[in-house]
């Protein structure tokens, strides 16, 4: 077995010529080096910062100089993933490999995979954003849905840390109508983008049977396919439907309490109350937590996180903190 951090002495390095910037470095990183000549053990224990860019590990072992952004490597050279996108099945328009939806200067894909978080520990602004862009495809389809909207995005709330901290919290929900293709395919790049469809009676019907596989159920209002395509029934749905596939962007499930329920009469659905705001929140801090520690996001939903500053306690930021949701 070898010992821990070290590359395996059988690595033999390999030395290809080429003009390329990747290249270069790699033979660089290596000193160059023919098959089949020794390989000294080489520990590769690092002491200097290696999050650069994006807030992102750097990889430099094997002269590789990726950047390891949990669900996949980016190639800075090439500004290129080397990975396929997980998620390449919802961006047919997109190549599979391209960063950013292909667009760097407007666009930061945080971990290579639709809403986000913001969190600022400045002294003069403590605070929890939970953010995400709505897209529609016209103005209509909009105004029905500015209800639900406004019903998020007045939450407002405080999280108290175990020291005594206390964050304000809001919902950052932000609307675009899009048209036409080249839009549609910017909505499909933004890594907080969620797309809403308001269908009508045949057009929704058709929806569910194709990606449900099953006969349509007259009790929806309304569904949300891998937490970014809503498909609203324009014929039933109202400000608490929407809410309630809103929810499901966020990461929420049926029948979690308040607007998640269901009802038998989409006229008798709950609204959106402390509970479901509450989750929102403790699932976010929860998935942080997990992916600074290198795992896996629990909430599929959750997709990127920025974080200003440094929290000040001496105990930890993410647990058992209490939150407050005004009435």
């Not at 290579?112 to 897209?135: C, P, R, S």
């Amino acid at each position: 077995m070898n010992p821990p951090n070290y590359i395996s002495p059988h690595f033999q390095k390999v030395h290809y010529p080429s003009f390329s910037i990747r290249d270069f470095r790699a033979a660089e990183g290596l000193n160059g080096g023919q098959v089949g000549e020794p390989v000294e053990l080489v520990n590769v224990t690092k002491t200097e910062y290696m999050y650069k860019y994006n807030g992102f590990e750097y990889q430099d072992e094997l002269g590789l100089g990726w950047y390891d952004y949990q669900a996949r490597n980016y190639d800075p050279a090439l500004g290129r993933w080397m990975n396929v996108d997980p998620l390449a099945e919802l961006y047919e328009s997109q190549a599979n490999y391209d960063y950013s939806g292909n667009n760097p200067v407007r666009f930061v894909d945080f971990n290579g995979e639709n809403y986000g978080v913001k969190i600022t520990h400045d002294d003069d602004k403590k605070e929890i954003i939970i953010q995400a862009n709505l897209y529609f495809t016209n103005s209509e389809d909009l105004s029905e849905n500015i209800e639900a909207i406004i019903m998020w995005g007045l939450s407002e709330g405080t999280y108290t840390t175990q020291d005594g901290i206390s964050y304000d919290i809001s919902f950052d929900l932000k609307a675009k109508v899009i048209e036409g293709k080249e839009e549609t395919d910017e909505a499909r790049a933004d890594p907080i983008g969620n797309i809403i469809h308001e269908n009508d009676e045949i057009q929704f019907r058709r929806n569910y049977e194709d990606d449900f596989k099953r006969k349509f159920n007259d009790l929806t209002g309304g569904y949300t396919k891998n937490n970014f395509a809503i498909y609203n029934r324009r014929s039933v749905a109202n400000a608490m439907t929407r809410g309630h596939e809103i929810g499901h962007l966020f990461g929420l499930k049926d029948n979690s309490g308040g607007i998640m329920d269901y009802s038998h009469s989409f006229a008798t659905m709950k609204k959106l109350n402390d509970t479901n705001l509450t989750k929102v929140i403790k699932n976010t801090l929860r998935d942080i937590q997990r992916i600074e520690k290198g795992k896996k996001a629990r909430n599929n939903a959750f997709k990127i996180y920025n974080i200003m500053g440094e929290y000040q306690g001496d105990k930890s930021f993410y647990k058992k903190g209490v939150i407050n949701f005004k009435k």
